[in-house]
């Protein structure tokens, strides 16, 4: 049997790294990104596998700390973490931009509604979309 090649051993970050690092590029993109433009974000960084930014991603909704935008299918960073899965965003359809924030009052009313149909809420975003006050004005 050959020998195998000489290889210079990778080094390999723990799952904790990967989410700081990712997490961190989330709150400094300052925008709604797709997992690919987060890849291109970190590739300097060492992390350039789709896979392992999308397991990154995940653990950091699970955590709170980061939430995905099914309307447009893009990541941003947690802006309350403290809502638990639970988040209201404004979508701008003009300039893109998106405003998270804390609707007590919705989210209530919503598991309100859930609690009455027996439905068990796993997890809860609501996103408006329409235009922001600068581009309405």
């Not at 051993?9 to 400094?28: F, H």
């Not at 590739?43 to 596998?49: F, L, N």
């Not at 991603?57 to 893009?74: F, K, P, T, V, Y």
């Amino acid at each position: 049997m050959p020998p195998l090649p000489n290889r210079k051993p990778t080094k390999r970050r723990s799952a904790a790294d990967q989410d700081k690092i990712i997490v961190e590029a989330l709150r400094g993109v300052g925008r709604p990104v797709s997992a690919y433009e987060l890849i291109e974000q970190v590739r300097g960084q060492g992390v350039t596998a789709p896979p392992t930014v999308y397991r990154a991603l995940q653990r950091l909704i699970d955590d709170g700390l980061a939430h995905r935008l099914e309307s447009l299918n893009a990541f941003v960073a947690c802006s309350h973490p403290h809502h638990a899965n639970k988040a209201v965003f404004a979508i701008c359809d003009a300039c893109g931009t998106v405003t998270e924030f804390d609707s007590a009052s919705a989210i209530k009313a919503l598991q309100t509604w859930a609690k009455s149909a027996e439905f068990q809420v796993r997890s809860m975003s609501l996103e408006l979309r329409g235009r922001c006050g600068r581009c309405v004005g």
